[in-house]
């Protein structure tokens, strides 16, 4: 079996997962855009502080697909949505591989499936953070392990293999026969938290100890939870919760909820949304496919989600100048709820 591997940009999640498995000896190179971010892999090696301690990694990198060579077992695809069709379209005609696996959050394995067809897919997604400090220099902030799947729920030796490996990147990696729940149940933490996160320039946790933003939290999640139950997904435990459990059905709910979300952010109260890191640099956000999702699955079901639709207007105006991330987005989503 090939197991050589290809990471599909370098940043946060695909530096920080290339780093790690170099270092456990694993066959890795890395195809990332930024020149400067490749020229100092190949060369000094990537800055990498993981968890607190520092290390340099030095990993094989090209800046565009016509450098690579040979085939790889597998194509880790850490991308953001938007840059996606760029970068693989290239890689699918050249035939580099038979097995492409969607790692980046929101619904964005329906787009990755799109450009590399159905069998080549294999469903992950990534239960722990880390922060792109500037070419060269990356931090892994928090803990948890990668989930993989099969669209259909098999067992494959692919992805069974694959899991082993990825191992070694995030100790815990599992194959799900429900890869699905998982994605959805990952998709509600985005919504949710990256979504207030974002909109209110403050970390997961910051979300939680402000009494606005953590009741709309509890009403945002209940949105999505409503629009995975209409699609008929069954949503898996995630960071140690089941997703029904923050789910407001009634005003007696909200303790049991709020000890739930308390759970949920002992784990990942220290999280930065990857949305907030890219409209602190002037970049183009990930909310079209994240509360963007939620808002266009639900049109197709004929759901309402008027929280998911405002935090995407909001993130837009602040991707045009109009505004910036800050606590009177929480009291305009209130204002809805
Ligand atoms: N960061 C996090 O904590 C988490 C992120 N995710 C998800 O993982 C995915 C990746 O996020 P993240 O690692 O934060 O993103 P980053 O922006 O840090 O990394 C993406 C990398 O891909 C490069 N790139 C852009 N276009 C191309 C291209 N055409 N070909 C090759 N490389 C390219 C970027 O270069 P340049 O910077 O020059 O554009 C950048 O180095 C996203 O979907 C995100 O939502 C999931 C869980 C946690
Ligand atoms: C860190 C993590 C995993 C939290 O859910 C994430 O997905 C993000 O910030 O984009």
């Given at each position: 079996?090939?197991?050589?591997?290809l990471?599909?940009?370098?940043?946060?999640?695909?530096?920080v997962?290339?780093?790690?498995?170099?270092?456990?000896?694993?066959?890795?190179?890395?195809?990332?855009?930024?020149?400067?971010?490749?020229?100092?892999?190949?060369g000094?090696?990537?800055?990498?502080?993981?968890?607190?301690?520092?290390?340099?990694?030095?990993?094989?990198?090209?800046?565009?697909?016509?450098?690579?060579?040979?085939?790889?077992g597998?194509?880790?695809?850490?991308l953001?949505?938007?840059?996606?069709?760029?970068?693989?379209?290239?890689l699918?005609?050249?035939?580099?591989?038979?097995?492409?696996v969607?790692?980046?959050?929101?619904?964005?394995?329906?787009?990755?499936?799109?450009?590399?067809?159905?069998?080549?897919?294999?469903?992950?997604?990534?239960?722990?953070?880390?922060?792109?400090?500037?070419?060269?220099?990356?931090r892994?902030?928090?803990?948890?392990?990668?989930?993989?799947?099969?669209?259909?729920?098999?067992?494959?030796?692919?992805?069974?293999?694959?899991?082993?490996?990825?191992?070694d990147a995030a100790?815990?990696?599992?194959?799900?026969?429900?890869?699905?729940?998982?994605?959805?149940?990952?998709?509600?933490?985005?919504?949710?938290?990256?979504?207030?996160?974002?909109?209110?320039?403050?970390?997961?946790?910051?979300?939680?100890?402000?009494?606005?933003?953590?009741?709309?939290?509890?009403?945002?999640?209940?949105?999505?939870?409503?629009?995975?139950?209409?699609?008929g997904?069954?949503l898996?435990?995630?960071?140690?919760?089941?997703?029904?459990?923050?789910?407001?059905?009634?005003?007696?709910?909200?303790?049991?909820?709020?000890?739930?979300?308390?759970?949920?952010m002992?784990?990942?109260?220290?999280?930065?949304?990857?949305?907030?890191?890219?409209?602190?640099?002037?970049?183009?956000?990930?909310?079209?496919?994240?509360?963007?999702?939620?808002?266009?699955?639900?049109?197709r079901?004929?759901?309402?989600?008027?929280?998911?639709?405002?935090?995407?207007?909001?993130?837009?105006?602040?991707?045009?100048?109009?505004g910036?991330?800050?606590?009177?987005?929480?009291e305009?989503?209130?204002?809805?709820?």
């Amino acid at each position: 079996m090939n197991e050589r591997i290809l990471v599909v940009g370098g940043g946060a999640i695909g530096g920080v997962t290339a780093g790690r498995l170099v270092r456990a000896g694993h066959d890795v190179t890395v195809l990332d855009a930024n020149g400067f971010h490749v020229d100092i892999m190949n060369g000094p090696g990537l800055v990498l502080d993981l968890l607190g301690t520092r290390c340099r990694v030095q990993i094989p990198a090209v800046d565009r697909p016509e450098r690579l060579d040979g085939q790889f077992g597998y194509v880790l695809v850490t991308l953001k949505s938007l840059h996606l069709d760029a970068a693989l379209t290239p890689l699918v005609t050249r035939n580099v591989s038979d097995t492409y696996v969607s790692l980046g959050n929101g619904l964005v394995q329906d787009v990755v499936e799109e450009i590399v067809g159905p069998e080549r897919l294999v469903v992950g997604i990534v239960g722990w953070g880390a922060t792109n400090v500037a070419p060269g220099h990356l931090r892994q902030t928090t803990a948890a392990p990668f989930t993989l799947g099969e669209r259909d729920g098999a067992r494959s030796t692919r992805v069974t293999r694959l899991a082993e490996i990825l191992q070694d990147a995030a100790p815990g990696t599992r194959v799900s026969p429900s890869i699905l729940g998982q994605v959805w149940s990952k998709l509600l933490v985005n919504s949710t938290f990256s979504g207030l996160g974002t909109v209110g320039g403050v970390l997961y946790g910051d979300v939680a100890r402000d009494r606005t933003a953590r009741d709309v939290a509890l009403r945002l999640w209940t949105e999505g939870y409503g629009v995975a139950a209409g699609l008929g997904v069954s949503l898996d435990e995630i960071f140690g919760t089941r997703p029904a459990e923050l789910v407001l059905r009634e005003p007696a709910d909200v303790p049991a909820a709020t000890a739930a979300l308390n759970a949920v952010m002992a784990q990942v109260g220290a999280t930065k949304a990857s949305m907030l890191q890219d409209l602190e640099r002037g970049a183009p956000t990930e909310v079209d496919v994240i509360n963007g999702g939620i808002v266009a699955t639900a049109r197709r079901l004929g759901l309402a989600t008027p929280l998911n639709s405002e935090i995407v207007a909001i993130v837009h105006e602040y991707e045009q100048g109009q505004g910036s991330p800050g606590p009177g987005a929480f009291e305009r989503l209130a204002a809805l709820a």
